[in-house]
């Protein structure tokens, strides 16, 4: 597809049940990043991925948190022992990211709506 | 500890006014420092960015002015359409192409 691709767009899951929330990026891109977006607040950072290196997961909240970037290409942000709090829309978006660049856009999916009740 | 902080959280501006969002960063590795718009439902997209070696950058009704010194930038968007009605993201980008951004702006255009 011509754009980022997250699937699905919405999931309702049972408080303790693992999650798995998928991201397509666009084809090439290098960068992969995951942000969570709280009814009306701002964009969350959790995790960066760029190209080989170790991914940044400085943003994670919790253990229970993880993200896997396989290939290079699609990534899976799996949430474990799903909590009320961690009702969300995620965000996935992906970038070239190429410094020598002059812009660096990233460019987002519509995201996937979380509820855990 | 918030590196990039974004004032005001919302704001009403009547049609064909000015709508000002101000932001603010303390990291001076940042060198790249794009806004985001987004309309409910959906991601936020690029409107408009800005490198640190200039001091504004017009697009159409939309422009960044840009202080250095201050660590500041805000978004200028003239003569304010109700289509402009969003969440306005600022954001920064350092050498290692992470993306902050600040907590957002609803901006609500009167019509």
């Known amino acids: 597809g011509a754009g980022v691709s997250q699937s699905p767009s919405n999931k309702v899951t049972e408080k303790g049940k693992d999650v798995e929330l998928r991201c397509d990026p666009i084809?090439?891109?290098?960068?992969l990043y995951w942000y969570r977006q709280s009814l009306g607040q701002g964009l969350e950072f959790l995790i960066y991925f760029q190209g080989n290196s170790a991914p940044d997961k400085s943003g994670l909240p919790s253990d229970r948190f993880s993200a896997e970037r396989t290939g290079g290409s699609v990534s899976t942000l799996t949430i474990q022992r799903t909590q009320q709090e961690d009702s969300a829309v995620y965000l996935c978006a992906s970038s070239l990211a190429n410094r020598g660049l002059m812009n660096t856009e990233a460019f987002f999916g519509q995201g996937t709506r979380l509820t855990v009740v | 500890q918030q590196q990039v902080k974004q004032s005001p959280q919302s704001l009403i501006v009547q049609k064909g006014g000015i709508s000002i969002i101000n932001c603010a960063y303390e990291n001076t590795a940042f060198d790249y420092f794009p806004w985001y718009q987004q309309f409910p439902g959906k991601g936020p997209a690029l409107l408009i960015a800005?490198?640190?070696?200039?001091s504004e950058k017009k697009e159409g009704r939309f422009t960044i002015s840009f202080n250095k010194s201050a660590k500041q930038f805000s978004l200028h968007i003239m003569d304010s359409q109700p289509g402009d009605s969003a969440t306005y993201f600022c954001a920064a980008v350092g050498g290692d192409d992470k993306i902050i951004f600040g907590k957002g702006t609803r901006l609500h255009i009167l019509p």
């Open positions: 800005i490198r640190p070696d200039v």
């Open positions: 084809s090439g891109h290098t960068a």
